[in-house]
């Protein structure tokens, strides 16, 4: 009978420690994949004026001077991409209806409500992201 019960203490023990690896990896992954995976890469997203400036200040060590020139250069630059977008921005909302109005016809009468409520929530984070954008999107 002792046999027995330590061959059943060793399958429990055996389980809990497979049990507490598949946790802990569970864990792991989902913080390896919040701080590596859902972090966008630095080359998407360009540094913030405030922070590039800072970094070449320090780098660089530029005198006070050269500080005031290249925030101008960088309020230069974003204004030129702003421009540069402008154009664009019509017709991407007209890309992105025609694309809602196409998932829209293929949905159940049950379904649309769904879809509208989720392009909603879409649009307001769309807004929340260019809120934090270094370069601001151009006034309509």
């Given at each position: ?95 992105r ?35 934090k ?8």
């Open positions: 009978m002792s046999i027995t019960k330590a061959r059943g203490e060793a399958a429990a023990l055996v389980a809990v420690v497979f049990l507490l690896g598949i946790l802990l990896g569970g864990v792991a992954t989902h913080l390896w994949g919040e701080r590596v995976w859902g972090m966008p890469s630095e080359a998407a997203v360009p540094a913030p004026p405030n922070r590039l400036a800072g970094e070449l200040t320090q780098e660089l060590q530029l005198t006070s001077d050269q500080q005031k020139q290249l925030r101008l250069i960088i309020l230069d630059t974003q204004e030129k991409w702003r421009g540069l977008y402008a154009p664009l921005e019509g017709r991407r909302d007209d890309i209806e025609q694309s809602h109005d196409q998932m829209r016809a293929m949905l159940t009468p049950e379904q649309k409500p769904k879809f509208d409520a989720f392009m909603r929530r879409l649009g307001e984070q769309r807004k929340r992201d260019a809120a954008s270094p370069i601001p999107a151009p006034a309509r």
